[in-house]
Structure formats: C-alpha cells, structure tokens
C-alpha cells in the first residue's frame, strides 16, 4: 500500500470545504444585504415621516420669526395677528400629535433640543410681563440648536456649522446675539 502524503490530504480537505465555504460566505452576505437593504428602507420611510413632523413642528416658529412687513405683504394675512396665530397653532391638537410623532420618529438630539426649546417656553409665565422680560438670545439659541440637530438627522451629521449659523440666514440679529 502507498503512503498518502500531506499535500493529498490537504487537497481532499481543500476539495471537501471549499463548495462548503462558497455557500457559507454567500448566505452570510446574502443575509447582511437584505439586512442593509431592510435598514434603507426603513431609513427612507422614517426620513418621511420626520420631515413631515419637523415641518409642521416648525411652522408657529417660521411664522414668529417673519417680519411684520412679510407677514403683511401676504393679503390673506393683513388683519391676522401673528403672534396669536402661532400661539394657536402650537396650543392645537394637531400640533400636539405632531409633538408625539416628532418624539416617536425624531433622533435622540432632535427630541432632546425641542424638549429643551419647549421647557424654555414653559418656564415663562404666561403673563405679559414675564414673556416681555424673556431672554431673546437663550430663545433663539435653542432654536438655532433644533435647526442644527434636524440638519444633522437628514445626514448633515458632520456639519461645521452651529446653532447661530443656522439663524442667519433669517434672523437680521443673529451676529449681535452670538457676539452680545
């Protein structure tokens, strides 16, 4: 009888585990590209929905930020009070589901900073007196970082920009509250 040397056996072992191999590797990169797959387009429905949530979130704020001069320029809104219009939106059953959406759907950062821009709006009194004493740079800056956080959520992550960047583009303020 012949003696089998190493290389023999090393060929049949070769021969044995390769297909064997070949079909572990294709299963397992068949099951991280539907995992990936399955992950984008979760991705892509939930990056809907926080859209959805963080424009309606955003409106009362995009309306108190208008200059009186733009809120007018529209003719439905000439004898609108803005203010109160805001007001109104954010007190509405609509803008409290949003609320509950934008907490469901929303990234940690963008829940935590709205959550921070809000308990700043709670803690003043709803008195006069009280929200004319509000500090408009604490105010502005939570909303700068709200804006920056929601950037960052829809793939800005690594943005350079900070909260009063996001505020100059519409607040004429904006450098005299950073510096101030």
Not at 96 to 114: C, H, M
Not at 115 to 132: G, I, P
Not at 135 to 149: T, W
């Amino acid at each position: 009888m012949e003696e089998i040397n190493w290389i023999e056996y090393l060929t049949a072992f070769g021969s044995v585990t390769t297909p064997i191999l070949v079909l572990l590797l294709s299963a397992i990169g068949w099951r991280i590209r539907t995992r990936l797959e399955r992950k984008m387009e979760l991705e892509d429905k939930l990056r809907d929905d926080r859209i959805e949530a963080y424009n309606k979130i955003l409106e009362p704020f995009i309306i108190l930020l208008m200059t009186d001069q733009a809120w007018k320029a529209d003719p439905k809104n000439r004898k609108r009070d803005k203010n109160k219009l805001a007001q109104e939106k954010m007190l509405s059953l609509d803008y409290k589901e949003q609320a509950f959406k934008l907490s469901l759907v929303g990234s940690d950062s963008v829940v935590k900073s709205y959550n921070n821009l809000m308990q700043y709006f709670y803690s003043m009194d709803n008195t006069q007196q009280e929200a004319k004493n509000a500090d408009p740079k604490i105010m502005m800056s939570l909303l700068g970082k709200f804006l920056l956080e929601i950037r960052k959520s829809m793939g800005n992550q690594v943005t350079s920009l900070d909260n009063w960047d996001m505020l100059e583009w519409f607040l004429t303020d904006a450098r005299k509250y950073r510096d101030g």
